[in-house]
């Protein structure tokens, strides 16, 4: 029996594009990013899936429903699966924060594992709350795939937490663009990564749509 988790990264919303700090704004799929949840969907549909995590926020859910309505299977929202809380720095620039929380964003880009953007997390608070939801679909499936729809820092982390990667440097040892997936497939030794950043499903032209 194999365990194989899927974790996808939502597809492309405006934030995705501008750089702006979207945590827990509940940001749309731009065009490009509705077409990146339909090829996923069209390219892996004929895997057999046994369930579909993702985050409850809007972005990661309609990334998931297209493949959720061709395999059907319900989405199992969870909050735990949510991107950074970016606090008072939401929907803010990087110039700005710099500018105006100058002192807990140098603090942040050294050290995001214990240090949190002004009101929001850090790094370790959100392998806890992921790694929470992990926990629970280990419980609930001994075998099978099961696809997890995420943020990129949240995905970044989570990868770091299961690989044994330090989480405070989860920006510097992964990437994960939008509508990139990564697999890991949980062994009798830990986990396995056997894919990472993968977009090699989608058109040229998405392809070139790399997002922040």
């Keep these: 029996m194999t365990l194989n988790l899927y974790f996808l ?27 990146m949840a339909q090829e996923f969907a069209a390219a892996h549909k004929d895997l057999k ?3 579909i995590f993702c985050s409850s926020l809007k972005r990661a859910a309609d990334t998931a ?5 061709l395999v059907g299977l319900e989405l199992n929202l ?12 939401e929907g803010l620039t990087h110039d700005i924060v710099k500018k105006q929380f100058a002192e807990d964003y140098t603090k942040w880009i050294a050290e995001p594992g214990w ?32 696809l997890i729809v995420s943020h990129k820092a949240t995905i970044r982390i989570t990868l770091c937490a299961l690989l ?23 062994g009798d030794h ?14 040229p032209a998405l392809r070139q749509r790399q997002g922040t």
């Design 190 to 203: 830990g986990p396995l990564l056997e894919g990472l950043n993968d977009r090699s499903y989608l058109s």
């Design 164 to 186: 044994g990667i330090e989480i405070g440097r989860y920006r510097d040892r992964i990437n994960c663009l939008t509508g990139a997936v990564s697999v890991l497939k949980m």
């Design 49 to 51: 899936w046994a369930a």
């Design 9 to 35: 990264r939502h597809g492309e919303t405006e934030f995705s594009q501008t750089g702006g700090f979207c945590g827990f704004i509940n940001a749309n799929l731009t065009d490009a990013g509705r077409e």
């Design 78 to 89: 969870r909050d735990g699966l949510r991107e950074i809380n970016y606090g008072k720095w």
């Design 65 to 69: 429903a297209p493949l959720a309505e």
């Design 115 to 146: 240090n949190a953007p002004t009101g929001g997390e850090t790094a370790f608070q959100i392998a806890e709350r992921s790694m929470n939801v992990v926990s629970e679909i280990m419980l609930r499936h001994l075998d099978g795939n099961i």
